[in-house]
């Protein structure tokens, strides 16, 4: 009986003992089953924000910088992770930062899809209008960017001039994108390829990415716009992006990579810096070189001017020599332009009678303008075209007969301390007399005064009150350009006293008293500085500058602002009120209002005085 009773007992305790494993083991693992989907689910943010703790949560800054790939796709999220409580919502607003206001245009490529999860193009209008309303960037339908506009327009006018306003008007849209799309697979497949190459394991992908590479050779030899491509060339494309792919996935040294790619950003640098220089330098040429329409009626004036039996050579002394008269002097060679200033100048006056116009050209323009003002008649107004080389003048600085020089140009660049102390370099553009406006008492010397203007003005009003205006013993009535004072030339005007708060002054609407000119004996003034600085320094471009500002020096009279309007040939900022109230409008600058660079805006007031329906514009299709 014993025996039995100790061994049922002994069989039920080892039972029990199991029963207490298994229920152990049975336990653990579904605590850590349970575990385990707390996680998957996202429950533990609950339980450790009410814990006390923050758990790091994508900010806005990361949501809208994150790019995905093709395999990120919303139907991978788990949708429960999404609806999170509210307590963990309020907890990620409180503790996330904003957005930076000043983040760059360039650090956003790609943003969330707020509906469904999917990229969002960089230069799709939605995402343009995102960072319109989170202050990131301001762009236009074209995608323009205006961030800092006005900075990076004057530093690019300050390097290349105008022509980078110019070209970033009249920018086109991108042709031949499919062979631009290939040469930058070719630039990322030249990059890796050494790389792969050197890995054994790779030695598939390495020749797929040789083939492909000279595949896109051969193409692009023979093909550089998007119509001498051949038809596969869909296939190709698909085929080097996808072995792009697999390379950048493959463990390659990246210090290998980052050497080759800037091998290649370095000669694509310098070919961009070529072609940039290039552009500036055509640039240059194309607006200091007489279009081919104007040529063409400069020739076919001049053949007409031989063959024709009109009366060229009637007399005009009687007008031309009154002293009593308003006479204007106009240097030019551009035939369009002179007739652009004499027809607007007549047609705002009341007594055009009165008005007596001395266009000086030089031999290869001459006949050509005698011709034109011959046929052409400015209501009651009287003009007289001189050969400059015929008047029998020596140069001033130099025995040699005198030859034309028009109005300079000077573009001034100088540093400039705003109020926080930060050094910016400001640039100005001057024009100034040439050496041939300092002839004027020799060339006219029974006249008392002259209006000067420049070729490349037009009036919007009468200018007869010039003639009216006492200057208190002046020279030289000019509109003064306080913007530039001498004090910020001072390596322009060598070792000479000066006052460093007068203002500089321009050339474009001159009134010009003679006989105080020859009472201060002006001439002989210019004649010695330009000897002494030539002697000096040597004969320089800033000669004319440093001569004028100081031959004229304290002999100035200051015409009021509104007389004239200037930088039209430059500054594209100019608002309607000062454009329409300027007596004269001014286009000094490289963008002349005849040449197709011209401003188009401006265009418009000066075409309005020429006859395009004159038959000698119409046959050398003079259309500016």
Known sequence: MKGGYGGSSYSLATKRRWKGLVTAVLGLVFLSMLVSLVFLL???????????YATEQPSSATKHLRVYDQHSSADTRNESKRQQSAHVDDLIKRLVPPLPKNLGKNSVTEAENETDGLPIPADSP???QRRNNSGVAVTDDAGK?????????????LKYGSYCLWRRDHKEKMK????????DLLYVARAYYPSIAKLPAFDKLSHELKQNIQDFERVLSEATTDKDLPPQIEKKLTKMEAAIARAKSCPVDCNNVDKKLRQLVDLTEDEANFHRKQSAFLYQLAV???????HCLSMRLTVEYFRSSLDLEQSLSEKVLNPELHHYVIFSRNLLASSVVINSTVQHTEESGKQVFHVLTDRENYFAMKFWFCINKYREATVQVLNIEDLKLNNHYKL???HLSLPEEFRVSFLRVDKLSSYQIKT???SIFSHSHYLLPKIFPTLKKVVVLDDD?????????????????????????????????????????FSENSCAWMSGVNIIDLTRWREHNLTETFQRLVQEMSTEEGLSETTALSASMLTFRGLVYALDDSWMLSSLGLNYGHNEDALRTAAVLHFNGNMKPWLELGIPKYKSSWRKFLNLQNQFLSDCNVNP
Not at 42 to 52: M, T, V
Not at 146 to 153: I, K, T
Not at 176 to 183: G, L, N
Request: aromatic share 6%.
């Open 42 to 52: 996202g429950l533990h943010n609950g339980f450790l924000s009410s814990a006390g």
């Open 126 to 128: 939605k995402l343009r």
């Open 145 to 157: 960017d205006f961030r800092g506009a006005d900075e990076s327009e004057k530093l690019c006018e």
């Open 176 to 183: 031949d994108a499919v062979v631009k799309r290939m040469k």
């Open 288 to 294: 200091q070189t007489m279009p081919k329409s104007l």
């Open 400 to 402: 040699a007969p005198l």
């Open 428 to 430: 100005e553009y001057l």
């Open 457 to 497: 003005v037009l009036a919007q009003r009468d200018i007869s009150d010039l003639w009216s205006l006492d200057m208190g013993g002046k020279v030289n009535g000019a509109v003064q350009f306080c913007t530039v004072k001498l004090g910020q030339l001072k390596k322009y005007l060598p070792r000479n006293s």
